[in-house]
């Protein structure tokens, strides 16, 4: 549908950017108390924000007081089963959707869905690669923003996030395979640019280690 025609927000002032910022992993209130200036100063130099979020009920207080749009992420609440004990982030993914193609292509339908409908000219994610991911498919840009372990460092494999335990010989590389091939299948669907290799699933167009 067009722009004008989308329900939550009315056509904005050519100054104005819309940013839709996201989390989609991980637990606490660290996610959305990292979101939240970041949304209060958006906001104050004339940006149009919302957010889309993992939990809406633990941080309601926060986003009561930040009045900002806020809408549910998209969770696999079947067709996945988290891994147990996952030794890297790509076992992590495996456990979030990334295990079969077509849950993950749901899952990015979802966040296709909330970047359109919010008119998001850029996603600003906090541990929200499929977010990131969505992004991609609409050739909208994305940055992302976190910690250093948010953020895995730029080499393959994927490291592992216990270092201190021993690990089966090949178990990083299969598991980071097998989620860059659930992810290229989703992004051919789309018509977007594959990936190479499994930290860029976290580090959208920009990352910013907070």
Known sequence: ???????????????MAQFLLAWELG???GHVGQLSP?????ARRGHRVALCLLDLVG?????????????QAPVPLSGGAPVRDPMSHAEILQGCGYRDAEVL????????AAIECTGADLVVADFAPTAMLAARTLGKPAAAIGTGFQMPPARRP?????PWER???GRLEAAEA?????????????GAAPIAQGWQLFSGDRALVC
């Open 167 to 169: 690990l089966a010989p």
């Open 105 to 112: 292509d749901a899952l990015v339908r979802g966040w296709r």
């Open 38 to 42: 970041l949304a209060r100063e958006l």
């Open 1 to 15: 549908a067009p722009r004008a025609s989308l329900p939550l927000f009315s056509r904005r002032p050519a100054r």
């Open 178 to 190: 097998h989620v860059i091939a659930s992810a290229n299948r989703v992004l051919e669907r789309h």
């Open 27 to 29: 637990s606490g209130l």
């Open 158 to 162: 994927l490291p592992s996030c216990r």
């Open 59 to 71: 941080p309601r207080s926060v986003l009561r007081e930040l009045g900002q749009p806020c809408l």
